[in-house]
Nanobody, 117 residues
């Protein structure tokens, strides 16, 4: 089993920054990709960013390119999302997601990010 604990959400003004963290307790399960999705009210959950174990493949949604940076610390089984130049349309619940090499997916409980003046 994999347990994910997210932190770092909150309220920020437009143009501000937040850093999300997600720590994975894996109980011996091998993690391949780690990433973040988000879901705004009335909308489907969408990929924000994803990174492979070696960091050799990183995918960003077009709407965050140049503003968000994903990184991971394999020694700590932790993935980070640095969010800069936040916009009101970035307001959503952000979910941590990890996948095993055979693509079994695990989800965090979500952390609220609100961008508002």
């Amino acid at each position: 089993q994999v347990q994910l604990v997210e932190s770092g959400g909150g309220l920020v003004q437009p143009g501000g920054s937040l850093r999300l963290s997600c720590a994975a307790s894996t109980s011996g399960v091998t993690i391949y990709t780690m990433g973040w999705y988000r879901q705004a009210p009335g909308k489907q959950r969408e990929l924000v960013a994803q990174i492979t174990k070696r960091g050799d493949i990183i995918n960003y949604a077009d709407f965050v390119k140049g503003r968000f940076t994903i990184s991971r610390d394999n020694a700590k089984n932790t993935v980070y999302l640095q969010m800069n130049s936040l916009k009101p349309e970035d307001t959503a619940v952000y979910f941590c997601n990890v996948r095993t090499p055979d693509m079994m997916a695990y989800w965090g409980q979500g952390t609220q990010v609100t961008v508002s003046s």
